[in-house]
C-alpha cells in the first residue's frame, strides 16, 4: 500500500507542478467478471472515479493542433463479479474486489496535418491493486463448487492492458468506450483457466486545466 501511495504523490506533484499540462477528472460505468471461474458467471455493474494528467508528444503549430499525448491515470474501480450456479439453491454468489488501479495511455486523434478530429484511440498498460475484498456466498455452494472454482486464496496485486476510443465533446469534456483485459491471475490456486480481470466501461473525461497550446 505504501508503493501506491508513492505513486500516486508522485503522479500529483507532477501533474500539478506542470502549467502547460491539462489534467482532469475521469468517471466511469462499467460491467466486469473474472474469466475461467464461478460458473454461470454474468459479471457485475460498477463504477470508478480517478484523476489524469496529459500533456503532447507533437509540436502545436497552430492552435490545439496536437494529436499525440501521453495521459497517466489513476483511478478507484469497483470490480469483481456476480454468479449464478444453482441459483435456486444457492442463491447469487457475490464477488465484490476494489481497486486502484493505474493506466498510462498514448492517446492518438485522427487528424490530417494541422486539422485535428475529434475521435480519438487511446491505448497502454494497466497496473492494480485491490484495496477491498467482500465475498457473500452460501458455504454449501464453496463446499460443492471449490474443486471447480479454486478460489480461496486471491492474488492483490494486477496487470493488463487497456484501450478504447474516445470522442471530445468540448473543450473541457471527453466520452470514451473502454476495455481493460487483464493478464495476470486473480485466483492463483486455480490451475484448471486462467482467472483474469476484464471490463468494458463507459465514461467521461472532465479537464479542469485545459491548456489547448
Do not use: C
Not at 499525448?69 to 474501480?77: A, D, K, L, R, V
Not at 492463483?188 to 479537464?207: A, D, E, H, I, Q
Amino acid at each position: 500500500m505504501k508503493n501506491i501511495i508513492a505513486i500516486i504523490s508522485v503522479f500529483l506533484l507532477i501533474t500539478v507542478s506542470g502549467q502547460t499540462f491539462k489534467y482532469g477528472v475521469t468517471g466511469n460505468f462499467h460491467k466486469g467478471s473474472i474469466v475461467g471461474v464461478h460458473d454461470v458467471s454474468k459479471g457485475k455493474y460498477g463504477g470508478a472515479l480517478g484523476f489524469f494528467g496529459q500533456w503532447s508528444l507533437v509540436e502545436n503549430d497552430v492552435f490545439d493542433s496536437a494529436w499525440l499525448y501521453i495521459t497517466p491515470q489513476i483511478e478507484y474501480s469497483m470490480g469483481g463479479e456476480h454468479a449464478k450456479a444453482d441459483e435456486d439453491l444457492y442463491g447469487i454468489q457475490k464477488y465484490h474486489y476494489d481497486y486502484v488501479a493505474m493506466q498510462v495511455y498514448l492517446k492518438w486523434f485522427f487528424h490530417q496535418g494541422n486539422m485535428k478530429r475529434d475521435v480519438f484511440l487511446f491505448a497502454g498498460p494497466r497496473i492494480e491493486y485491490m484495496v477491498r475484498q467482500d465475498k457473500k456466498v452460501d458455504p454449501a455452494y464453496d463446499a460443492v463448487y471449490y474443486k471447480y472454482n479454486l478460489d480461496d486464496e486471491v492474488k492483490k496485486f494486477g496487470y493488463g492492458v487497456s484501450m478504447g476510443v474516445g470522442l471530445k465533446v468540448s473543450q473541457h469534456l471527453e466520452t470514451f468506450l473502454r476495455f481493460d483485459r487483464g493478464f495476470s491471475t486473480v485466483y492463483p490456486k486455480n490451475n484448471l483457466n486462467n482467472t483474469y480481470n476484464r471490463t468494458l466501461s463507459l465514461g467521461l473525461n472532465y479537464y479542469i486545466q485545459e491548456n489547448w497550446w
